[in-house]
Structures are given as C-alpha cells and as structure tokens.
T-cell receptor, first 117, second 111 residues
Framework: EADIYQTPRYLVIGTGKKITLECSQT?????MYWYQQDPGMELHLIHY???????EKGDLSSESTVSRIRTEHFPLTLESARPSHTSQYLC????????????????FGPGTRLTVL | GQNIDQPTEMTATEGAIVQINCTYQ??????LFWYQQHAGEAPTFLSY????GLEEKGRFSSFLSRSKGYSYLLLKELQMKDSASYLC????????????FGGGTRLMVKP
C-alpha cells in the first residue's frame, strides 16, 4: 500500500483566493509529481521534482507554483484561483530502487478535487 | 518527441475477454507500465514490461514488443468492477527516466 497523502480531498473556494494543496509521502522517494486531470480526461503533468530544492515545469502550462524544501513534502500553490483551475489534482512519487521498475513506478495520492466558483 | 496512442473507449461484456492496445513512438525506451484508474480515484499499478513477451498476473496479462513499439493489456473473465480507465505509460530514459502517460482507454463492462 502506497504511503502518499493529499489534503484537502475536496475544496470549494471563491475566485481570487490563494490556496495550497498539500502532498506528503513517507516512502523516502526522491521524485515527486503533480498532475492535473479533468473528469474522464487524460493526466497532464504540471510540475515535478527530482529532490530537495529541485522543481521543474511539466508538459502542461500551469499558473501554479511548487516548492520542495523537504524530501517528503511537495505542496502546490495557486496565488489567485480562477474557475479555469477547477479540476482534480493528483500528486505522485517514485522510488529509488535499482531496477527500472522500482525506480520509475509512480505511486499516486488520492487526489484533491478543486472547484473554484 | 514521444507519442503514445490508445483507443479512447471500449465496451465489452461481463465474462468476456478484452484486449487494450497501446502503441508508442519514442527514443530511449526503458519500460512500459499499465495502470488502472476508476472514476474519481487515483491510478493504481497493474503491470510492468521491459522485455519482449507476455507477463501474466491472474486475470490480467500484458504483452510487449519493443521492435514494434506495441503493447497490449489483456483482461479475461471480465467483471463489472473492471469498468475503469486503463493507462499505458512509457519510461523515457533520455529525459531523466520520466514516465509519459497515454490518454487512457475507458473500458465499460456491460452485463
């Protein structure tokens, strides 16, 4: 069972608010990821990190920002939420095993479903 | 660049067998994952292939042909709970070993 947590699970907020979506993992994984996914649609990588103090933008442009101050923690922040940010946000991490499978298998958190009114 | 193609939707009958195909065009291939994702939930690991051939795990099997850039997921004895999206994901080793996901195949199992 994967030990990766996201809070909150559901969030409904008004336009213009600043929000932070939390993601933590207890597996000691170096790599962490944020995906955005609309219902029934594909996953879009918006941010990733190879380790502490490393952050990169993903394939899909996003107005959110991330930080990686600790290995286990990878929060995502929206400075000013808009209705277009309404979506599901999935956090994932991958391991440091020696095999390609163990190094690359991504474990996903339960997701945060964000609604911006 | 990387290109991963899967059918968008498939429908099958309970008790039947269904094959979900995935083709990819990429440089630096280093393995392929299949994930299952139920509606509103997170993806969960199903299988991993890096060598050519078939990997069997209970009702689910996954096949890989590296020379053809092709994989399939085979689901036998379909159950209603198998209704979900199935995601093909490829490891690209010339981009920091990033996992690139296909668009997913939404499978509907009917009675």
């Amino acid at each position: 069972e994967a030990d990766i947590y996201q809070t909150p699970r559901y969030l409904v907020i008004g336009t213009g608010k600043k929000i932070t979506l939390e993601c933590s993992q207890t597996m000691g994984h170096d790599k962490m990821y944020w995906y955005q996914q609309d219902p029934g649609m594909e996953l879009h990588l918006i941010h990733y990190s190879y380790g502490v103090n490393s952050t990169e933008k993903g394939d899909l442009s996003s107005e959110s920002t991330v930080s990686r101050i600790r290995t286990e923690h990878f929060p995502l922040t929206l400075e000013s939420a808009r209705p277009s940010h309404t979506s599901q946000y999935l956090c994932a991490s991958s391991g440091t095993g020696t095999s390609a499978k163990d190094y690359n298998e991504q474990f996903f958190g339960p997701g945060t479903r964000l609604t911006v009114l | 660049g990387q290109n991963i193609d899967q059918p968008t939707e498939m429908t099958a009958t309970e008790g039947a067998i269904v094959q979900i195909n995935c083709t990819y065009q990429t440089s630096g291939f280093n393995g392929l994952f299949w994930y299952q994702q139920h509606a509103g939930e997170a993806p969960t690991f199903l299988s991993y292939n890096v060598l050519d051939g078939l990997e069997e795990k209970g009702r689910f099997s996954s096949f890989l042909s590296r020379s053809k850039g092709y994989s399939y997921l085979l689901l036998k004895e379909l159950q209603m709970k198998d209704s979900a999206s199935y995601l093909c994901a490829v490891i690209i080793n010339n981009a920091g070993n990033m996992l690139t996901f296909g668009g997913g195949t939404r499978l509907m199992v009917k009675p």
